[in-house]
């Protein structure tokens, strides 16, 4: 396994694995290196070196588990900008060129109902990448920017990782189909032009899934960590300034949450903050008007407008 570093000559790395194209393509570097350093490369375009080579030494290795990049130094800005480039790449230059490539494929000979249930498969997963790919560009990336801006939105990384997926395995189920089952004239050199393609992007399609689960995902639960604990650190800041007799306004969406019928582990994920902190909550509202029970909440948040009724959970 070969790290790569700030110091190496980038046009001397590409040569060595000129997979590795697609990285620079997708962080937005144009070619005509000369004779620089990744740093110098990348500082001249405006991209974070430590997320490229971290993304560079992960890909290059072949997606290799053993290689762990430090969280703390990736750059989310850069590594969003790669990833939505991604996007941008399969779902506007290689599924389409893959298709016409098909497409020619199988009109030069073979089963023709075979040859449409082929496209059609191709078209409908094609379809279910774009709706995942949609999904990360309107929730997920969005969700990272409101984190960054220190402003985050009712979301975290978990939701994503538990239903991420890899995109590239009903791709390979294709290739499979095809190199078993499709019957194609000797000679179908277009049609194994077709599958070279699809095996690329099927690899390429595995890095992306394992680029975003062990670069992104770590990336966004250490700001997630940060962004509650600064939180916390604010609100206690905030407590010490009130009465000890007078709710905060933390513990009045902690009241509203309680009556509306909310676990302190769901109120927990709603306010991003922990649950000590909730039951540390639970425990000053208790003391301080002297209410044990939600019921008694209940009725305090009613009457003192924090709920109306129609919201309460009886």
Do not use: W
Not at 4 to 11: E, F, G, S, V, W
Not at 238 to 259: G, W
Not at 292 to 303: E, V
């Amino acid at each position: 396994m070969h790290n790569y570093l700030p110091t190496d000559k980038m046009a001397e790395l590409i040569s060595q694995d000129y997979s590795l194209l697609q990285v620079m393509s997708r962080f937005n570097i144009p070619l005509g290196v000369k004779e620089k350093s990744v740093d110098e490369v990348c500082r001249t375009n405006g991209v974070d070196t430590d997320t490229f080579l971290a993304v560079l030494n992960f890909i290059g290795n072949a997606c290799n588990h053993k290689y762990i990049a430090d969280p703390a130094t990736l750059s989310l800005p850069s590594l969003m900008s790669y990833l939505r480039q991604a996007h941008n790449y399969f779902l506007d230059f290689s599924f389409p060129a893959i298709r016409r490539k098909l497409i020619g494929a199988v009109n030069g000979g073979g089963d023709n109902e075979s040859a449409l249930l082929i496209l059609q498969y191709f078209d409908n997963y094609v379809r279910e990448v774009r709706d995942h790919f949609e999904y990360e560009n309107a929730i997920v990336f969005p969700y990272i920017d409101s984190l960054i801006a220190n402003t985050p939105t009712a979301f975290n990384i978990d939701t994503f990782s538990a239903q991420h997926d890899s995109a590239a395995k009903k791709l390979t189920e294709l290739k499979n189909i095809i190199i078993r089952y499709y019957d194609a004239p000797a000679g179908s050199y277009a049609l194994h032009d077709a599958l070279l393609d699809i095996f690329g992007c099927e690899e390429e399609l595995k890095a992306h899934g394992l680029v975003e689960e062990h670069l992104l995902v770590p990336a966004v639960k250490l700001l997630e960590q940060e962004t509650s604990a600064q939180k916390e650190k604010a609100e206690q800041e905030s407590d010490d300034e009130e009465s000890s007799s007078t709710l905060t306004q933390r513990e009045k969406e902690v009241i509203i949450h309680v009556v509306k019928g909310l676990t302190n582990k769901e109120i927990a994920d709603k306010l991003y903050i922990s649950l000590n902190t909730v039951l540390t909550h639970r425990r000053n509202i208790a003391r301080k008007l002297e209410i044990h029970s939600p019921a008694g909440l209940t009725i305090y948040a009613i009457i003192n407008g924090l709920v109306e009724l129609k919201d309460v959970s009886l």
